[in-house]
């Protein structure tokens, strides 16, 4: 079910399965995630504070034993205190290194940082999205939590090599489209593509 409200500058708020899109922000990006380009360079596993909720907390101490492979810094602590930091609420942060790197992120033989939890999950062929914190899977879409959700765009995504701000504002960049059609699913997209007009 689709309806359009109107922003307080007069732009468009498309909703969608009850999710407000910010359009004009989804227009404004592009993105490939390629690991090989944040060779060295800020990454997203980095210079993030990731939130996950109870749930997501449970789901990711089940595979600590399963990334130990992975993630040196996990290494033989797999007491979930010394991996989170509650904040409140139900509310848990995945501590960092002294780089200011999450713990569950590792460097491969190529220099290429990926997600302990992404490969532990492909291991077991699960989707990755029933393992990885949802902030982490949807980036650099952003979803805000509460009755009336947001879909928008990390503002800070120029900081990554992986994303560069879109010249012609039309339509939605394809490597956009896919992060939304992985997470939200093809229906989503697909309504959300009609009632843009894209
Ligand atoms: S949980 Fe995985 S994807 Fe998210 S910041 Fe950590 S290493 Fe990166």
């Known amino acids: 079910m689709l309806s359009t409200e109107w922003s307080d500058n007069g732009q468009p708020k498309i909703v969608v399965d009850g999710i407000r899109v910010d359009m004009q922000a989804l227009k404004s990006i592009q993105h490939r ?6 060779r060295g360079a800020p990454n997203c596993c980095s210079r993030y504070q990731i939130h996950v909720g ?3 907390l449970e789901t990711i101490v089940g595979f600590l034993p399963l990334v130990e492979k992975y993630t040196a810094s996990i290494g033989n602590d797999l007491e ?5 930091d509650a904040v409140g609420n139900g509310c848990f942060i995945i501590d960092a290194d ?13 220099e290429e940082t990926l997600c302990s939890l992404h490969s532990a999950a492909i291991d077991l062929d699960l989707s990755p999205l029933d393992v990885k914190p949802k902030c982490c899977s949807i980036w650099p879409l952003t979803l805000s939590d509460g009755p009336e959700p947001e879909l928008s ?12 701000k879109k010249s012609a504002p039309e339509g939605i960049d394809s490597g956009i489209q896919e992060t ?13 593509l009609v009632k843009a007009g894209c």
């Open 80 to 84: 979930y205190e010394n991996v989170f």
């Open 54 to 56: 109870e749930k997501e």
């Open 180 to 192: 939304i059609r992985i997470y939200f699913g093809e229906s989503f997209l697909s309504e959300l």
């Open 98 to 110: 002294e780089n200011e790197q999450c713990v569950f992120a590792y460097t491969t033989a190529a």
């Open 33 to 38: 995630c390629l690991p090989e380009v944040c």
């Open 153 to 164: 765009v990390d503002p800070k995504f120029t900081s990554f090599p992986c994303n560069r």
